[in-house]
């Protein structure tokens, strides 16, 4: 439930109905904007009647959220969330591009990478450690010693990291170096894995599972959004169809859908999404027309030879080329690309 306050409303009258919504075992989420000043009332709301709040003083008008999820939905919060990320904003204006390798596979090539990808425009490192394989037979990831030599390339570079996290129990190692933790597809219903994230103050990366639909990978966030963590970027990231030309199909409408129910910063993946480099750029320039507010796309020095998606991996000379037409779309979009102004950790 929305609790919108008439604009010349006065603390002590928003202080008087955040105390009476406390009161009906309500939780309290303020959002004030520069409209105006809404009191979301989160909890079991659908048996209250509005007139319980519509008649405290300051109050204008008391309005249903209509969807599930709450915290995520623009009904909620109207303007874009602006998040973050190393001194720039992504979300507003500017538009992130993550890259690096699937896997850290160790110290000199992801060092390598990070400095390629930043010469090429890039606003961010990405880099597995943990990886989710589909065999256990193949290469799992480097665990702590990857993210120390992540940690390095950032100090290099000035990149903030981001990288995936699979359980749990990685989460205390992860929040030490990471700048923004990557939730996989096959986790994005991992809800024990979400809550803890969400007591976190770790900036967040959501991927849209394999099968999930749109309110799926909402309702996702909001676990992470209900327990304190607001810093979260949703990631389409292919969906599986009858289609196999390609790995996944790009779900290119989930863009607009999604900017129009959410105020969560929207991010791409056109290298799982098509499974193949020779259609990861045209993909890329797609959802930045579509209106995504950036991309995560996989780089590789030596794609032959890398131990995981060395068939969907950019060759540093194709990702610049890449972002160079992402750049002139941003700005036909009147939107610039991102650029690093300071590392988040060091
Ligand atoms: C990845 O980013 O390397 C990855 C495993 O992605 P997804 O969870 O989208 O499959
Ligand atoms: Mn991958």
Redesign the pocket.
Known sequence: MMIIMKSHATPQQVEHVIEHVRAVGLAVHLSQGIEATIIGAIGETHNLPTELFETLEGVDMVQRITQPYKLASRQFHPENSVFPLAGSAIGGEEIAIMAGP??VESRSQIIETAHAVKEAGASAL?G?VF??RTSPYAFQGLGEEGLEYLAEAREQTGLPIVV?IMSQVQLDVMVKYVDVL??????MQNFNLLRAIGETKTSVLL??G?SATIEELLMSAEYILSGGNKQVML?E??IRTFETATRNTTDINAIPVLKNLTHLPIIL?P??ATGHADYVAAIARAGIAAGADGL?V?VHMDPAHAV??GKQSLKPEAFAKMVKQVGQIAQIMDRRLASVRFPVKQ
Do not use: T
Not at 182 to 187: D, E, L, M, S, Y
């Open positions: 699937c896997s990405r597995g990886k989710p995936e990557q939730v996989g597809a096959r986790n991927k849209r394999l990631c990231r292919g993946d290298s799982h995560i996989e995981s998606d």
